[in-house]
């Protein structure tokens, strides 16, 4: 109880900018800034050889979300301070891992099998232990992607088990 006051007493009397949320914080919108920068000396493809959108349109759109996401959790994190652990949680180490499976398996079976896959795992580290959620969540997460990127975005996909099926 003495300890907890002590903490809560001494992350109060810290600046903004030596706490934790602030830190995290800014090194992503520092990274994003930087990658977002980047995107600006993309080529601009011609629109007679453009398929969707410019190559550096989604970049863009993707780190500005990023920047407003990292933004509100700063926010929100202001608010409800983040409580201090000594030991992360095992998911977090079992969601590291399974994207490095995620990578394996995108690269020699199938993108879409790789999701689906990774959907089910991360959902079932997370607490989710409901079947029928899981093999909902493994289906309609990839069909989700497909769809915004194939039909949206109008990206094409790399060749693999399933992506060979709609694409022969």
Known sequence: MINVR???RANKSLPFFF?????VSFVI????AILLITTFTFDIVPPIL?????PATFPKALLILIITMTLIIY???TK???????KLPKSFFLTLLSFVI???VSKTLDFFLAISALSIFVSYCWGEKRLFYLLLVGIIFPIIVFIFFETILGLRFPP???TNIYYS
């Open 80 to 86: 409800n301070p983040w409580k201090v652990e000594k």
């Open 102 to 104: 995620f990578i394996v």
């Open 6 to 8: 002590k903490q809560k």
């Open 19 to 23: 706490k934790d949320e602030f830190k």
């Open 50 to 54: 453009n398929r969707g959108i410019q």
């Open 75 to 77: 926010y929100l994190a």
């Open 29 to 32: 919108i520092f990274v994003s």
């Open 160 to 162: 693999g088990i399933i």
